[in-house]
């Protein structure tokens, strides 16, 4: 902040001829020369000597490098320099800092440029460090201006207007550059700059969407505003040559990382502290989840609850855990839990709606007979009836056979791969009517059915719950939103340069992605993680599991409409979850589809675009592992395949992650509902269950506590949220995609109108695909 007791250090300082300047020259040999900065010099017909401040390519700092930092070609700092006596290059560039002054001595001025520059409004957003601009246009570039006006500049939320001179007329306004410079003494101060908007003197407008953090002192060079593909810039070399430079350097700090073998690739960062300012959650954020995270331990230790090591002794008693975390669905839930058409109705629009298949035939490893379904379905139809008209479902846990099991606290944990057939009666009901704890049938391997014993009976649909604890939390959530989510975060970032369209498009749809994934692997799913601590499967079987699900991964799953199509599950009635997603997805779709035939225009220009297929080709490689089996393109060819890709990335960015990721702690409180882990082995004969043995099976009250408090802090968005379709970030200058923005919006407000409207019918409302309540990225 400047504060005007130091403006008089600063007049005394200017005394010293050049000493200002030496703050900002660089010791750097490689400041001395920069090839690629004369050609552009060349390009604009003429060559100055180099500023102090660093040159970087054109995108945001945040996106420079994992740490925060340019490559190290590009990161040597300014320092002091150890002899006051600035040299003859350092006078010219303190001249040049003040160019009105000497333009008016000289009587050459002759143009003027009208510019905005936007702080960013939230809290630190401001700098006190000198802030300078250049304006390179097509037929030259203005001389080095520092941007200050009387009082403070650059305070949050401001927009701060300056008048730039120029001695020659400039032509199109190509780039700007931003130089970040020392003020006085003070220690460098980062900037969070909005845009920067300019009037030309004929009264043409530029706009240059900027929306990152500027840290250190450097130059950032930003594009104007127009979303441009490579063939849109031919015959301009330095459009070329700049967007080309802001890709190689993003290559260079955005690498791969393998965090388990078998699993995704991610971003090679260690800790959380080597992430970038603008990948990091805002100030807000941070604070609200950290607050968050330590008020819902505190309650838990204050109960002694995290250091009782016994089993539950009454099931009333877990709903001690908290006295204030609690919601309408998880008291429904915990009054509700037991009934088998809830139990039905989680596949449907629980927390993991995306496993349930039609079944058109019994699995020969699944041998369940009319006699044993006989008093569920009725005496007016029989088991292959009700298959033929379509009426029965299947859930098969196949993928958990063989993967290794945790111990917590000395004591082993158990997990089963069961089969749980259901049937949809003809009121709309979905009960389960067969469950079968192992995939290989045998006198060891009961099927237990509804009429058995109320505990047998209760104790298998446990078994079946936990099982889909576990496919819910590393297969649909982790692997299908987070880990693709950061595939396409990071192969955007290292094939897309920022005035590319479809890095406008997306970019909004990876905030604090990378953030919250690599949250996640240092302190939910590595060793000594809460997955390690509270699930049966733990880090070794988290590995497996999400291994075998990379493996297996459909493109199709992906998509929506043909992974409802691909499950027979168009007709099943009561779907919440397909219903309100396929109205999500056709408005997403149309949104994409417009864009892209603004920009595209036809299929020739997708298939000659250089940087999207690249693009395309990383992900092919890194989310489906090269496997032409997958169905995944690993290159686009029409406008079509690219529209259904882009809905696909926005979607699971989204809707899809909102799907699966809000309602954790009101389907999880209830640990009877979602045990994340089991103490006993699966019963291997009927007729021997208890209470007791039920209680004695379930996880200890610590490891419950563990667990509740993670799903109840996962479950919650940390403040700072931006809802889908909120674009306060304009990337988009034109005026055609604002527009669509607004059309999109509008789609989704029709939607939110149509889900409250048939939700207050609802015993339970189904409210996880309400579009104001869906994030636009995957940020917790």
Same mark, same amino acid.
């Given at each position: 902040?400047?504060?005007?007791?130091?403006?008089?250090?600063?007049?005394?300082?200017?005394?010293?001829?050049? /000493?200002?300047?030496?703050?900002?020259?660089?010791?750097? @040999? &490689?400041?001395?020369?920069?090839?690629?900065?004369?050609?552009?010099?060349?390009?604009?017909?003429?060559?100055?000597?180099?500023?102090?401040?660093?040159?970087?390519?054109?995108? +945001?700092?945040?996106?420079?490098?994992?740490?925060?930092?340019?490559?190290?070609?590009?990161?040597?700092?300014?320092?002091?320099?150890?002899?006051?006596?600035?040299?003859?290059?350092?006078?010219?560039?303190?001249?040049?800092?003040?160019?009105?002054?000497?333009?008016?001595?000289?009587?050459?001025?002759?143009?003027?440029?009208?510019?905005?520059?936007?702080?960013?409004?939230?809290? &630190?957003?401001?700098?006190?460090?000198?802030?300078?601009?250049?304006?390179?246009?097509?037929?030259?570039?203005?001389?080095?201006?520092? %941007?200050?006006?009387?009082?403070?500049?650059?305070?949050?939320? /401001?927009?701060?207007?300056?008048?730039?001179?120029?001695?020659?007329?400039?032509?199109?306004?190509?780039?700007?550059?931003?130089?970040?410079?020392?003020?006085?003494? !003070?220690?460098?101060?980062?900037?969070?700059?909005?845009?920067?908007?300019?009037?030309? @003197?004929?009264?043409?407008?530029?706009?240059?969407?900027?929306?990152?953090?500027?840290?250190?002192?450097?130059?950032?060079?930003?594009?104007?505003?127009?979303?441009?593909?490579?063939?849109?810039?031919?015959?301009?070399?330095?459009?070329?040559?700049?967007?080309?430079?802001?890709?190689?350097?993003?290559?260079? /700090?955005?690498?791969?990382?393998?965090?388990? +073998?078998?699993?995704?690739?991610?971003?090679?960062?260690?800790?959380?502290?080597?992430?970038?300012?603008?990948?990091?959650?805002?100030?807000?954020?941070?604070?609200?989840?950290?607050?968050?995270? $330590?008020?819902?331990?505190?309650?838990?230790?204050?109960?002694?609850?995290?250091?009782?090591?016994?089993?539950?002794?009454?099931?009333?008693?877990?709903?001690?855990?908290?006295?204030?975390?609690?919601? @309408?669905?998880?008291?429904?839930?915990?009054?509700?839990?037991?009934?088998?058409?809830?139990?039905?109705?989680?596949?449907?629009?629980?927390?993991?709606?995306?496993?349930?298949?039609?079944?058109?035939?019994?699995?020969?490893?699944?041998?369940?007979?009319?006699?044993?379904?006989?008093?569920? =379905?009725?005496?007016?139809?029989?088991?292959?009836?009700?298959?033929?008209?379509?009426?029965?479902?299947?859930?098969?846990?196949?993928?958990?056979?063989?993967?290794?099991?945790?111990?917590?606290?000395?004591?082993?944990?158990?997990?089963?791969?069961?089969?749980?057939?259901?049937?949809?009666?003809?009121?709309?009901?979905?009960?389960?009517?067969?469950?079968?704890?192992?995939?290989?049938?045998?006198?060891?391997?009961?099927?237990? %059915?509804?009429?058995?014993?109320?505990?047998?009976?209760?104790?298998? $649909?446990?078994?079946?719950?936990?099982?889909?604890?576990?496919?819910?939390?590393?297969?649909?959530?982790?692997?299908?939103?987070? %880990?693709?989510?950061?595939? !396409?975060?990071?192969?955007? #970032?290292?094939? #897309?340069?920022?005035?590319?369209?479809?890095?406008?498009?997306?970019?909004?749809?990876?905030?604090?992605?990378?953030?919250?994934?690599?949250?996640?692997?240092?302190? #939910?799913?590595?060793?000594?993680?809460?997955?390690?601590?509270?699930?049966?499967?733990?880090?070794?079987?988290?590995?497996?599991?999400?291994?075998?699900?990379?493996?297996?991964?459909?493109?199709?799953?992906?998509? #929506?409409?043909?992974?409802?199509?691909?499950?027979?599950?168009?007709?099943?009635?009561?779907?919440?979850?397909?219903?309100?997603?396929?109205?999500?997805?056709?408005?997403?779709?149309?949104?994409?589809?417009?864009?892209?035939?603004?920009?595209?225009?036809?299929?020739?220009?997708?298939?000659?675009?250089?940087?999207?297929? /690249?693009?395309?080709?990383?992900?092919? $490689?890194?989310?489906?592992?090269?496997? $032409?089996?997958?169905?995944?393109?690993?290159?686009?060819?029409?406008?079509?395949?690219?529209?259904? !890709?882009?809905?696909?990335?926005?979607?699971?960015?989204?809707?899809?992650?909102?799907?699966?990721?809000?309602?954790?702690?009101?389907?999880?409180?209830?640990?009877?509902?979602?045990?994340?882990?089991?103490?006993?082995?699966?019963?291997?004969?009927?007729?021997?269950?208890? =209470?007791?043995?039920?209680?004695?099976?379930?996880?200890?009250?610590?490891?419950?506590?563990?667990?509740?408090?993670?799903?109840?802090?996962?479950?919650?968005?940390?403040?700072?949220?931006?809802?889908?379709?909120?674009?306060?970030?304009?990337?988009?200058?034109?005026?055609?995609?604002?527009?669509?923005?607004?059309?999109?919006?509008?789609?989704?407000?029709?939607?939110?109108?149509?889900?409250?409207?048939?939700?207050?019918? =609802?015993?339970? +409302?189904?409210?996880?695909?309400?579009? +104001?309540?869906?994030?636009?990225?995957?940020?917790?």
């Amino acid at each position: 902040m400047r504060l005007k007791v130091f403006w008089k250090v600063k007049e005394r300082w200017k005394r010293f001829e050049g /000493a200002r300047r030496i703050l900002c020259a660089s010791n750097a @040999p &490689g400041a001395a020369y920069d090839a690629a900065r004369w050609e552009m010099e060349a390009f604009l017909r003429r060559r100055r000597p180099l500023n102090g401040a660093r040159r970087c390519s054109g995108f +945001p700092a945040g996106f420079l490098g994992a740490q925060g930092r340019p490559p190290a070609s590009l990161e040597n700092r300014t320092h002091l320099q150890k002899e006051l006596q600035p040299t003859k290059d350092q006078e010219e560039s303190h001249c040049r800092r003040r160019p009105a002054e000497s333009s008016s001595e000289e009587g050459t001025l002759m143009a003027s440029y009208k510019v905005q520059v936007a702080t960013g409004t939230f809290w &630190g957003s401001g700098t006190f460090d000198t802030v300078s601009i250049t304006l390179v246009g097509s037929r030259g570039s203005s001389p080095k201006q520092t %941007l200050n006006n009387t009082g403070k500049d650059f305070a949050p939320g /401001a927009v701060d207007e300056y008048k730039v001179p120029s001695d020659e007329e400039l032509g199109p306004i190509l780039l700007v550059q931003l130089h970040k410079e020392p003020y006085l003494f !003070f220690p460098e101060d980062s900037w969070y700059c909005n845009f920067v908007q300019l009037v030309t @003197p004929q009264g043409e407008t530029y706009r240059f969407p900027c929306y990152q953090w500027i840290e250190g002192y450097t130059t950032l060079e930003l594009r104007e505003g127009t979303a441009k593909l490579v063939c849109d810039d031919d015959g301009n070399q330095l459009l070329l040559h700049h967007r080309a430079e802001e890709v190689k350097v993003r290559q260079e /700090a955005y690498r791969w990382a393998e965090f388990a +073998p078998g699993m995704p690739h991610c971003l090679a960062v260690e800790n959380i502290e080597e992430l970038n300012t603008n990948v990091k959650f805002s100030f807000t954020k941070l604070s609200t989840f950290l607050l968050r995270s $330590k008020l819902t331990l505190m309650e838990v230790k204050l109960k002694g609850f995290m250091d009782c090591q016994e089993s539950w002794k009454k099931m009333e008693d877990i709903r001690k855990v908290f006295w204030f975390n609690k919601t @309408p669905v998880s008291e429904y839930v915990a009054d509700h839990w037991q009934e088998d058409a809830f139990f039905g109705s989680q596949y449907l629009n629980g927390v993991n709606p995306v496993v349930i298949k039609k079944c058109t035939q019994i699995p020969s490893n699944f041998p369940v007979t009319q006699e044993m379904v006989a008093a569920t =379905l009725g005496a007016s139809t029989t088991l292959q009836e009700e298959i033929q008209k379509g009426n029965v479902y299947i859930v098969d846990y196949k993928i958990l056979q063989g993967i290794p099991t945790n111990t917590i606290q000395g004591q082993p944990q158990y997990m089963a791969d069961p089969l749980c057939l259901l049937y949809q009666t003809p009121s709309g009901e979905l009960l389960p009517i067969a469950i079968q704890l192992g995939q290989t049938p045998g006198p060891n391997n009961p099927i237990f %059915l509804p009429s058995d014993s109320v505990w047998d009976w209760t104790l298998a $649909k446990m078994w079946v719950r936990n099982a889909d604890f576990h496919v819910h939390q590393n297969i649909s959530h982790l692997l299908q939103t987070h %880990l693709v989510a950061e595939v !396409f975060a990071i192969c955007t #970032l290292r094939h #897309l340069p920022l005035c590319h369209p479809v890095f406008k498009l997306l970019i909004p749809h990876f905030r604090y992605t990378l953030q919250i994934n690599a949250l996640a692997r240092v302190r #939910l799913i590595m060793e000594g993680g809460m997955m390690d601590l509270a699930t049966s499967a733990g880090y070794k079987g988290i590995v497996p599991i999400v291994g075998k699900g990379t493996y297996s991964m459909a493109y199709a799953s992906l998509c #929506l409409p043909d992974d409802i199509e691909a499950r027979g599950v168009a007709s099943i009635a009561n779907y919440h979850y397909r219903d309100d997603g396929l109205k999500i997805w056709a408005a997403i779709e149309r949104f994409v589809a417009s864009l892209v035939r603004f920009y595209y225009k036809s299929d020739d220009r997708v298939q000659s675009d250089p940087e999207l297929q /690249a693009w395309i080709r990383e992900i092919f $490689k890194e989310a489906f592992k090269n496997r $032409k089996t997958s169905g995944a393109p690993s290159s686009l060819e029409t406008m079509e395949e690219l529209t259904k !890709f882009l809905t696909m990335v926005i979607f699971t960015c989204s809707a899809q992650h909102a799907a699966v990721n809000s309602g954790q702690y009101d389907y999880g409180a209830w640990i009877p509902n979602s045990p994340p882990s089991m103490r006993r082995p699966p019963p291997t004969k009927k007729g021997t269950e208890t =209470l007791e043995t039920v209680l004695e099976t379930l996880p200890k009250v610590n490891t419950t506590c563990i667990a509740l408090c993670s799903l109840w802090l996962l479950s919650n968005e940390a403040g700072d949220t931006r809802p889908l379709g909120h674009y306060p970030d304009e990337h988009f200058t034109e005026d055609e995609p604002k527009r669509l923005i607004v059309d999109f919006q509008n789609d989704l407000a029709k939607i939110s109108e149509e889900i409250n409207e048939r939700n207050k019918s =609802l015993p339970l +409302p189904y409210n996880y695909l309400n579009p +104001p309540q869906i994030e636009n990225s995957i940020s917790i």
